[in-house]
């Protein structure tokens, strides 16, 4: 698991506030894609919202992941050392070359 000592709090935090949104508000959208349901009942959430707003480094991850998410946000991933990466199929020709 990554680690989450290194989320900036004041990244969430502005976030948040930006929203205008009670934490209560951010729970039930946190909460509707935690569980992939429409009618959840916030209350089951807004501790663990609270808690990760107030103390990232020692939140799970996927809290964070998902708390980010809820205030419409993603996570990006980045390499220091720059690779090309091939996805997708590739065909490769196993044939023995012809002899003249």
Do not use: C
């Not at 946000?73 to 003249?100: C, F, H, M, Y």
């Amino acid at each position: 698991m990554p680690d989450t000592a290194h989320v900036n709090k004041d990244i969430l935090k502005n976030r948040f506030a930006a929203l205008n949104w009670s934490v209560y508000e951010l729970a039930k959208q946190y909460g509707k894609i935690l569980t992939g349901e429409e009618d959840i009942d916030p209350r089951r959430f807004t501790a663990t919202v609270k808690q990760a707003l107030d103390n990232p480094e020692v939140s799970r991850w996927k809290t964070i992941e998902t708390l980010i998410k809820a205030m419409d946000g993603e996570l990006s991933l980045s390499w220091n050392k720059r690779e090309n990466v091939i996805t997708g199929q590739q065909i490769v020709k196993l044939d023995a070359p012809e002899e003249d």
